[in-house]
């Protein structure tokens, strides 16, 4: 092959690789749209404008079909080694991420229809503070990819303490409430289920995180990260004491 034939093959492939990663932040913007409409919907009480964001989810998941046929027209372009083959499987699984904050946001939407078929409680609020978390940790996240910025990604992944610290703050608010009052346990078992689709939309945006530090640096993120997130001990039933 001629010096000007590979230095083709190579501007072809980094053409593809960038409108891809560009196709994959756009998906990603689209699945944080998502978030924010989710919120938006239970605001307002909207069930129409709730089963909008609920259907729109077919979007994200088209994205991501066809990311994957990019990421095959990829490989056939040009066999990638080392770090280009880093970049096309980073491209994969933050796609596949992605998906599944987009589906989380959905679910958000989706729990929101019966919510509003109740008489409205006080912590509904606090829906919309661990959204705004978990909505700028994959903003973060998608900048870091686009980047190829290993340390906004790395403090992203460090970050996700934050957001798991407030959803274990809220899951003790929601059981209070509940404990207080049984006609507030449907209402507050909508809010639990919510509010654990926003702690996973974090979690994914951690996943994206060590995707990228692997793609850039070639080695796994091996650092033990902050779990904030004690909801499943058995102790944080034990509401009389806040330290338990």
């Not at 940790?137 to 403090?155: G, K, P, S």
Request: a negative charge; aromatic letters at 6%.
């Amino acid at each position: 092959m001629s010096g000007s034939s590979k230095e083709h093959i190579i501007k072809s492939y980094d053409d593809e690789l960038t409108r891809l990663t560009g196709e994959i932040v756009r998906m990603g913007e689209l699945a944080v749209s998502q978030l924010e409409s989710a919120i938006d919907v239970i605001d307002r009480r909207d069930e129409r404008a709730a089963q909008h964001v609920v259907n729109n989810d077919d979007a994200i998941d088209q994205l991501e079909q066809e990311i994957s046929h990019d990421v095959v027209r990829l490989l056939a372009l040009r066999a990638p080694i080392a770090g280009d083959l880093r970049n096309v499987f980073a491209a994969l699984r933050i796609a596949a991420d992605i998906e599944r904050i987009g589906d989380y946001a959905a679910n958000v939407a989706k729990r929101s229809i019966p919510l509003s078929m109740v008489a409205p409680i006080a912590p509904t609020k606090g829906l919309g503070y661990l959204a705004e978390l978990a909505a700028q940790e994959v903003r973060d996240v998608l900048i870091a990819y686009r980047d190829r910025d290993a340390e906004r990604a790395y403090q992203v992944w460090k970050d996700d303490a934050e957001l798991d610290e407030a959803y274990t703050g809220y899951f003790r608010q929601l059981l209070t409430y509940m404990m207080e009052d049984p006609r507030n346990i449907t209402p507050c078992t909508h809010l639990l289920f919510m509010a654990k689709n926003i702690e996973r939309i974090g979690d994914h945006a951690t996943n994206i995180a060590e995707s990228i530090w692997y793609q850039v640096n070639g080695e796994p993120l091996n650092a033990q990260r902050a779990k904030r997130d004690f909801t499943s001990n058995p102790e944080l039933t034990k509401l009389g004491n806040k330290d338990d």
